[in-house]
């Protein structure tokens, strides 16, 4: 906080003059102008980056994960779908905050991600390789989002928002998740077997380089703890979300800092 | 259908693909000939492949039969399927899907482990799904060590005469609902994702929608410095954010309960492996020791040095050695037969020198020559790059009555400069 003024002291007089006129711009309808205009650029280019960001950083580490149904195991896609994600938003959400007090990020990059994967699945699942919607659904994360934003926006604090908003993001997308994907976890017997319908699925519809073998289903020494699987996960999965959320956002925080050197530089 | 490369991204997969089918006729892009020689000689000898029919209508049955040994000169460098193995089917995603799967009779829903040095029989009940001409193949995906491809059948899927048809595939729950997988769910799973979006531009809307947004925001908070910048927000974005998290906890909640009682009956995905038992090949007390073998650098051809022991009351004769998926034959023993359409056979590529005929109790030095142009076809040539020069194969021969016995013969090769 006192870095503000440690560095307005720093300034030079022509730098001070300049902000001065900066803020006088605001009153001057044509500069409004010129800024709206430049809003609405900035608004497609940050999206547009945010949108391709994320499915990028997201089809790397929850991949397969995310594509398929036969995937989704009460363990592992909880941890690692809301942690690869807030990996993403943690160094943008920061520079919104500092910069311009907008608490926008989560929303806008779970929104997009929804977005894409629907095209992506639709263009590159169903249209292209013939896998069936119901195999290949995405998953949502907006809710986590809109949480995410709000706690910050609430409490107006940093550090709270990711005990709150970082905690909830990672602990709900299982409920979250669960009026779209339950259906893939009733059970059908085949063979004398009991499989869920997302296993059969996985059966049935052929994936020549993804082999069964290759998900990681319920793999944990948590196992011990019998029955309650998904509120352990869910509470392990907020721990998780805390801490990863805290370490991105102090990332976010070196590289706002960066700009001090840049200044330097010039 | 690929073969090395794991399925990380299908973007990625999607790029490769098209490369692959730009650069490369049909035959490498189903991965026959993509791997080491070596390697292809020396891990799954797949035999007797029967795919039937050939030519169907979308939602008929097609039936893959088939049987592998498991070469027990498995490259050291390779991960064996002793670990993990997951029985499939080579086809351009599913253009067919599965029905039924079974090894040794045992069923194949999941992966398994499987011995080396041992016959596997295998059964893949398919349904055509999507209209087309598909190269299909066995495959067994040996874990850490990508998939190893038997040799495809083309198959011909049309669609019915009256035009497409949607493809149904029914299934029963053991809640006694019989549903339709292909669009199972999609219904509520389409509505849940959009009401999230419309809350989601709901949010994005409210918090961009605004006289001052990027720059001014930035003057602003600039000229307040950090201890006041949180004056830029106002009372209704305190209020408006209460609300949304408000009624997004309540829609979780919401949903949440409406998934439990719309399927009050859920188990977690189903994992574990199956064990299946490997049969021991019928070699019918003939002892065969291979002396040495050689292969033809510039020529097509692989010459094996072997003393065939016969110790059993049957005379036996020389009928085919099949190496990688490709089936030499003695044309001078009647013994051996072939399926409709049946690929990489080489009708005429077994000469056997000497007596081809081991009476009981016999010891014979006999040489084999198996030459054909598939050698060169499949890149079988390569052997000399290959960084562990040995050959393993399957020989098959026959007894009087024409009863089929069958063992591997393998060991180090060298080549030949002519
Ligand atoms: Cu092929």
Redesign the interface.
């Known amino acids: 906080?006192s870095?503000?003024?440690v560095s307005?002291e720093l300034m030079s007089e022509n730098e001070v003059r300049q902000?001065r006129l900066?803020?006088k711009?605001?009153d001057n309808p044509k500069a409004?102008k010129l800024?709206?205009r430049?809003?609405g650029i900035?608004?497609l280019v940050l999206f547009s980056f945010l949108a391709l960001g994320v499915q990028i950083q997201f089809?790397?580490t929850a991949?397969?994960w995310d594509?398929w149904i036969?995937w989704?195991?009460?363990r592992w896609w909880p941890v690692v779908a809301p942690m690869t994600l807030l990996m993403f938003i943690g160094p943008l959400a920061y520079g919104l905050w500092?910069?311009?007090?907008?608490?926008?990020v989560a929303?806008?990059v779970?929104?997009l991600l929804?977005?894409t994967s629907?095209l992506?699945r639709y263009l590159?699942?169903y249209e292209?390789?013939?896998?069936?919607?119901?195999?290949v659904?995405?998953s949502?994360y907006?809710?986590l989002?809109?949480?995410l934003?709000?706690?910050l926006?609430?409490t107006?604090s940093l550090i709270i928002s990711c005990i709150i908003g970082g905690g909830l993001f990672g602990a709900?997308v299982w409920?979250?998740n669960?009026?779209?994907?339950?259906?893939?976890?009733?059970?059908?017997?085949?063979?004398?077997?009991?499989?869920?319908?997302?296993?059969?699925?996985g059966?049935?519809?052929?994936?020549?380089?993804?082999?069964?073998?290759?998900?990681i289903?319920?793999e944990s020494t948590l196992r011990t703890f019998g029955g309650s699987?998904t509120p352990l996960t869910a509470v392990f999965a907020g721990l998780v979300g805390i801490v990863v959320y805290a370490l991105f956002l102090l990332l976010g925080k070196w590289i706002n800092g960066l700009d001090k050197y840049a200044k330097r530089i010039a | 259908m690929k073969v090395v490369f794991s399925a990380r991204s299908a973007t990625v997969n999607l790029v490769l693909v098209l490369l692959l089918s730009l650069f490369a006729g049909d035959v490498v892009a189903h991965g026959e000939r993509a791997q080491l020689a070596s390697m292809r000689m020396r891990t799954v000898h797949w035999f007797d492949l029967n795919v039937a029919p050939l030519k169907v209508k979308v939602g008929d049955i097609v039936t893959v039969t088939g049987k592998f040994y498991t070469s027990e000169l498995w490259p050291n460098q390779l991960p064996s399927p002793e670990d993990t193995v997951y029985l499939n089917i080579g086809v351009p995603g599913p253009t067919f899907i599965k029905l039924d799967a079974s090894v040794n009779e045992v069923p194949m829903v999941r992966s398994t482990a499987f011995e080396l040095g041992k016959v596997y029989e295998y059964r893949i009940i398919m349904r055509a799904r999507i209209p087309g001409r598909y190269h299909v193949h066995s495959l067994l995906n040996v874990k850490d060590a990508g998939s190893l491809v038997g040799k495809g059948t083309w198959v011909e899927v049309e669609d019915h005469s009256g035009g497409p048809v949607p493809f149904v595939n029914e299934a029963t729950t053991l809640t006694g609902e019989t549903v339709n997988l292909e669009t199972y769910g999609l219904g509520d799973v389409f509505v849940w994702h959009v009401v999230w979006i419309v809350l989601g531009i709901a949010y994005i809307v409210y918090w961009l929608a605004r006289r001052e947004l990027f720059i001014p925001r930035f003057i602003r908070v600039r000229e307040m410095g950090q201890d006041k910048a949180d004056e830029i927000l106002t009372k209704r974005d305190f209020v408006v954010s209460s609300v949304f998290f408000t009624l997004t906890l309540a829609v979780i909640l919401g949903g949440y309960l409406w998934g439990e009682n719309k399927y009050p009956i859920t188990i977690p995905l189903q994992t574990g492996k199956v064990d299946v038992v490997g049969l021991t090949p019928p070699t019918g007390e003939l002892d065969i020791e291979v002396e040495s073998a050689r292969y033809e650098l510039a020529g097509r051809s692989l010459m094996i040095n072997a003393v065939l022991t016969n110790r059993s009351d049957q005379a036996y004769s020389i009928g085919e050695f099949l190496t990688a998926n490709i089936r030499f034959l003695n044309s001078a023993i009647s013994g051996p037969t072939t399926y409709p359409e049946e690929e990489m056979v080489a009708f005429d590529g077994l000469t056997v020198t000497g007596d081809s005929v081991i009476p009981p109790g016999a010891s014979r030095p006999v040489k084999m020559v198996a030459s054909d142009a598939l050698w060169e076809q499949y890149r079988m040539t390569g052997l000399i790059n290959d960084p562990d020069s040995r050959f393993a194969g399957l020989l098959f021969y026959f007894d009087e009555d024409g009863k089929r016995y069958y063992q591997e013969i393998g060991g180090p090769i060298l080549p030949t400069f002519f």
């Open positions: 906080m870095e503000q003024s307005t902000r900066d803020v711009s605001l409004m800024y709206r430049f809003d900035f608004i089809t790397l991949g397969d594509y036969d989704r195991d009460r500092y910069r311009l007090r907008l608490p926008v929303t806008a779970t929104t929804c977005l629907w992506s590159n699942f292209f390789t013939y896998f069936p919607m119901s195999f659904p995405a949502t907006i809710g989002g809109i949480l934003d709000c706690s926006i609430m107006r709900l409920p979250l669960w009026p779209i994907f339950a259906a893939s976890k009733v059970p059908v017997e085949f063979n004398g077997m009991l499989l869920s319908m997302a296993d059969l699925m059966f049935q519809y052929i994936r020549t380089t993804t082999p069964e073998y290759l998900r289903i319920e699987v």
